[in-house]
């Protein structure tokens, strides 16, 4: 495997090195020291840069629409629910409980979503259910923490890097 393949690969395992690369952001040189990888770090850096050059150009999003809905709940889906909001194998988020939902409508890149679970670990927020599409977002939380996620939220799509 050639050393702009090693590189290529590390990088793809490392999503924080990966997006700052594809957006711009990467001091290459700095990055090359902290990979693990046998080879120069001159060529690693320019192993870099050249990846680079080959990643999709940023774009920018429109930010998502995020609001909460408070008293849903969690339901075992053996009970029916004639409109669920979220159900995903045996667990169906219903109207009903007292839980907040945090919903999500816009644009919500693979990106985004990792980087909102993220900030909710970080935050040490404790998720009961959540679901996401390309356009749709929904995030169960406690009640407690239902004002703190949404913030939080809304910062990871004002503070999201351009894709």
């Given at each position: 495997?050639?050393?702009?393949?090693?590189?290529?690969?590390?990088?793809?395992?490392?999503?924080?090195l990966?997006?700052?690369?594809?957006?711009?952001?990467?001091?290459?040189?700095?990055?090359?020291r902290?990979?693990?990888?046998?080879?120069?770090?001159?060529?690693?850096?320019?192993?870099?840069?050249?990846y680079?050059?080959?990643?999709?150009?940023?774009?920018?999003q429109?930010?998502?629409?995020?609001?909460?809905?408070?008293?849903?709940?969690?339901?075992?889906?053996?009970?029916?629910?004639?409109?669920?909001?979220?159900?995903?194998?045996?667990?169906?988020?219903?109207?009903?409980?007292?839980?907040?939902?945090?919903?999500?409508?816009?644009?919500c890149?693979?990106?985004?979503?990792?980087?909102?679970?993220?900030?909710?670990?970080?935050?040490?927020?404790?998720?009961?259910a959540?679901?996401?599409?390309?356009e749709?977002?929904?995030i169960v939380?406690?009640?407690?923490?239902?004002?703190?996620?949404?913030?939080?939220?809304?910062q990871?799509?004002?503070n999201?890097?351009?894709?």
């Open positions: 495997m050639s050393l702009a393949e090693r590189t290529r690969d590390a990088v793809q395992q490392t999503p924080f990966h997006e700052a690369l594809r957006t711009g952001v990467l001091n290459y040189r700095a990055a090359a902290t990979l693990d990888i046998d080879g120069d770090e001159d060529a690693i850096a320019t192993a870099l840069r050249r680079a050059d080959t990643l999709s150009e940023p774009i920018q429109s930010t998502p629409v995020v609001r909460v809905k408070r008293g849903v709940g969690i339901a075992d889906s053996s009970k029916p629910s004639s409109s669920p909001l979220l159900q995903i194998g045996e667990t169906t988020v219903i109207d009903q409980g007292d839980q907040t939902a945090v919903l999500i409508s816009g644009s890149s693979t990106m985004d979503q990792a980087r909102v679970l993220t900030r909710l670990g970080i935050a040490d927020i404790e998720t009961y959540c679901g996401f599409s390309s749709t977002g929904i939380v406690s009640n407690a923490d239902g004002m703190r996620a949404l913030r939080l939220i809304e990871s799509f004002q999201r890097p351009t894709v």
